[in-house]
């Protein structure tokens, strides 16, 4: 961070896939992921406080969930603190996983974290004006693409931004710092933390990277490193969205975890299952082809079958796709039960979505795969 201040900012930060390897990922083992091109727009300003008062506030327009709210900065470090004491109540299993329900609420404790990140003189000089943020994202809300991430990701870079400024760095894409790279995805992460539990970092560090990726866990760090982008794989692979799980990300990560706890010996067999198609997904982007990513994709499919994130009804679609000669899996956590997962990654041998009955009436999501990551727009950002 520096002593110049911005006092607007216009950012984006695209959603994302994994493409395999979820929920093994959370223990240690890789996954390939990518970045897609839906993207999430986080314009921000920063203005006097109200006449008469050294105090600011901040405005939220939310136009996606119908909401325009605005809160004290008080309120807003006293929202962000009752979200942090419930997640380590429930990391000390003192309490059972709880995030806050509100519409706004990862908006309000992305703001109140990004400022509990800052050093206290940002701090109080940001406390002195009105933040205004607009979050408008072209992102599925509940598919498995990123949206909750990007959101943090977004309004924890355009927060930190406004309050000191972020100097460009031209070898890097995003035109960050790896010190402010690293400042992004640590606060982004303890967001994510409030609304989903133990989410594994992957998705926040996909949206800010972009691209195709490798993710590997080295210690308490994630690794993340760029694989080839074939061109078959943008023609080969289909987002599908199946509509929202009837369970949260956190509460299907926190199911997961107890079977683990429960039966280690069984669901490390699983894990062993997706770690190899994940290997042989990774060797499908580099010397193999479409078909060898396909034969990856069902065994990735069956091992979350196994492990218990894939109800009845969205498996029996996915066999519906493998009866036609492809194959299909879940993307992200999944759910429990229920009739719709979020995204499903297809590759369709060819075929369209609506010769294929049991995927007929599904939303096809039209995004590219390895799009670019966090992306400063705007002028303010330009300067810099």
């Known amino acids: 961070m520096t002593g110049d201040v911005a006092s607007a900012v216009r950012l984006s930060v695209p959603g994302k896939v994994i493409l395999m390897g979820e929920h093994a990922a959370v223990y240690g083992r890789p996954a390939v992921v990518a970045a897609v091109g839906r993207r999430l727009v986080v314009e ?41 004491r419930r997640w380590h109540a429930f990391r000390r299993g003192q309490a059972s996983f709880r995030p806050a329900d509100e519409l706004s609420a990862l908006v309000r404790i992305a703001v109140g974290e990004a400022v509990a990140s800052l050093p206290e003189v940002a701090v109080s000089r940001l406390r002195e004006q009105t933040l205004e943020l607009r979050v408008q994202s072209a992102i599925p809300v509940g598919a498995g693409l990123g949206s909750s991430a990007a959101s943090a990701i977004g309004v924890v870079a355009a927060v930190r931004f406004l309050a000191g ?18 400042a992004i995805e640590a606060t982004a992460l303890e967001v994510e933390r409030r609304q989903h539990g133990f989410p594994s970092g992957i998705d926040s560090g996909t949206v800010l990277r972009g691209g195709v990726l490798l993710v590997r866990r080295m210690g308490d760090e994630l690794r993340f490193d760029d694989l080839p982008r074939p061109k078959w794989l943008r023609r080969a692979v289909e987002i599908l969205d199946s509509g929202t799980p009837s369970q949260t990300t956190g509460a299907v990560v926190t199911a997961v975890r107890r079977r683990y706890e429960e039966e ?20 499908a982007l580099g010397d193999g082809g479409p078909r ?15 492990l218990g994130v894939v109800p009845p009804a969205v498996a029996r679609r996915i066999a519906s796709v493998e009866a036609a000669g492809g194959a299909a899996k879940i993307s992200g956590a999944g759910t429990l039960e229920g009739e719709s997962a979020g995204a499903l990654i297809c590759m369709l041998a060819g075929r369209s979505t609506g010769t294929i009955d049991g995927i007929s009436d599904l939303e096809s999501v039209n995004a590219a795969i390895g799009a670019g990551g966090l992306r400063f727009e705007s002028p303010a950002a330009d300067r810099l």
């Not at 060898?292 to 196994?306: F, K, S, T």
């Open 44 to 84: 921000g300003d920063l203005g006097p406080s109200a006449v008469g008062t050294d105090k600011g506030r901040v405005r939220l327009d939310l136009p996606d969930l119908g909401l325009d709210e605005e809160h004290s900065w008080g309120a807003i470090d006293e929202f962000t603190r009752r979200a942090r």
């Open 165 to 182: 400024g972020t100097r460009s760095v031209p070898s890097h894409a995003g035109g960050l710092s790896e010190d402010e790279l690293a």
């Open 264 to 283: 280690p010996e069984r669901t490390t067999a699983v894990f062993d299952r997706i770690e190899a198609a994940v290997e042989s997904f990774r060797a």
């Open 292 to 306: 060898d990513a396909a034969a990856a994709i069902a065994d990735g499919h069956r091992a979350l079958v196994e």
